[in-house]
């Protein structure tokens, strides 16, 4: 962090630092196990049981959970994983913003 960047160059960092983390997703994906409906299933009878994945998460204030395909999960997860570096950039973003909005305040002449 620079001592005298200004908004603009704050913004240039910014937009260059998330330019790598695409495709981004916010949540945690799990892998559930769960019996299935089939009666007499060998697998839930074992208890082996059927595992799926999920991106759960918010969405505004309702939870959500969505079936990830088992050949899917590692990509959804790598976007997990980048929506949580820009939440990171985000909140560095943010103060380095205040600070320059600040230092810019009082370099103005009164």
């Known amino acids: 962090m620079a001592k005298d960047e200004t908004p603009e160059e704050i913004k240039r960092w910014f937009l260059n630092a998330i330019q790598r983390l ?64 820009v939440q990171d950039l985000m909140k560095e973003a943010g103060l380095r913003y205040v600070y320059a909005r600040k230092r810019e305040r009082l370099a103005r002449p009164r």
């Open 22 to 85: 695409w495709p981004i997703a916010m949540g945690s994906v799990s892998l559930r196990k769960s019996p299935c409906i089939r009666e007499k299933c060998s697998a839930c009878a074992s208890g082996i049981g059927h595992s799926s994945y999920a991106l759960s998460g918010y969405r505004g204030n309702r939870r959500f959970s969505v079936y990830v395909p088992e050949e899917l999960a590692p990509d959804i997860q790598k976007a997990v994983e980048n929506g949580r570096q």
